[in-house]
């Protein structure tokens, strides 16, 4: 397939991480393949850089024109020495608002560079779950701190009780702030400019290249902003039906089945 693709932002988790939240050797190879064309490969996740540092090591993309979007948008960092080079983040009094939102079943967690933080005396198993697949353990919040910061927030709890949190505050915070729900039992809260495609639209500006000479591969709610802005955009098969029906390739094959891999290999590759 012919195309000018300059940059492939990639999702990680249900995208190029497998189930056991892995990389496979294949997808490992055919990226670094990619990366010695000369094309810029951005991991675009969730995740704060401290819960996917040893992804990077995999891929071999720590050289110093090597860049991520980390905390859905909240931040880019430059990979080899994890500087920022935007940054759209909360702040503590909007820490504050959310807290005096939520009711006694659900839960705060900040997440930040290399931090996550919850002052709640006994931690809720969704966000107990966050921190053992980022490898991150969970660390109290010094709420005097006023200048703390505050890249995003979550707020966990059962799905139903989420539910109606949404419906009830969603429509008001969207004034401020940038929501996303991946799952039923998180809630994400971010800066009004923090989403994949803002900061997609703003390391292309930095590296002064077209958004149109983009690809996006992701499988979720929170990937669909980049999906929707980029030039080419593609999900593995167990993308969810909403991204499917948005993006222009759907690979045949899963996350678990290396899917990113036979996306790459169709655009760049095959003759």
């Given amino acids: 397939m012919n195309n000018n693709i300059k940059l492939v932002a990639i999702d990680l988790d249900g995208t190029l991480l497998n189930s056991d ?25 969730g995740r704060p850089v401290g819960g996917f540092s040893w992804i ?3 891929l071999s993309l720590v050289s110093h024109d090597d860049y991520s979007i980390t905390n859905t948008g909240s931040l ?3 990979n080899m ?3 920022d080079i935007s940054k759209e983040v909360l702040s503590m009094d909007d820490y504050f608002k959310l807290k005096n939102m939520i009711n006694d079943k659900m839960q ?4 930040n560079k290399y931090n996550l933080y919850s002052n709640s005396e006994k931690i809720n198993e969704h966000f107990a779950f966050e921190s053992k697949i980022l490898k991150m353990p969970i660390e109290k919040f010094d709420e005097s701190n006023k200048n703390q910061s505050v890249d995003r927030i979550s707020i966990t709890g059962d799905g139903e009780v989420l539910d109606i949190f949404e ?6 915070l969207l004034e401020t702030y940038q929501t996303v729900r991946n799952v039923p039992e998180v809630f994400e809260v971010l800066n009004k400019k923090a989403d994949k495609g ?3 639209q703003r390391l292309c500006s930095y590296l002064n290249i077209d958004i149109k000479n983009t690809l996006t591969i992701g499988d979720s709610n929170n990937d669909k902003t980049m999906l929707s802005i980029s030039g080419l955009s593609a999900t593995c098969q167990n993308g969810r039906e909403s991204v499917k029906e948005m993006v222009d390739i759907v690979s045949p094959y899963s ?6 891999s036979n996306i790459l290999e169709k655009i760049f590759f095959d003759k």
């Fill in 21 to 45: 939240k892995k990389v496979s050797r294949k997808n490992i190879e055919t990226i670094r393949k990619l990366r010695d064309k000369g094309i810029y490969i951005t991991i675009a996740t």
């Fill in 56 to 58: 990077l090591d995999d």
């Fill in 76 to 78: 880019i960092i430059k």
């Fill in 81 to 83: 020495d994890k500087s």
């Fill in 108 to 111: 705060i967690g900040i997440y």
């Fill in 167 to 172: 419906k009830n505050y969603n429509k008001k």
């Fill in 198 to 200: 803002q900061a997609l």
């Fill in 255 to 260: 996350n678990d089945q290396d899917g990113v």
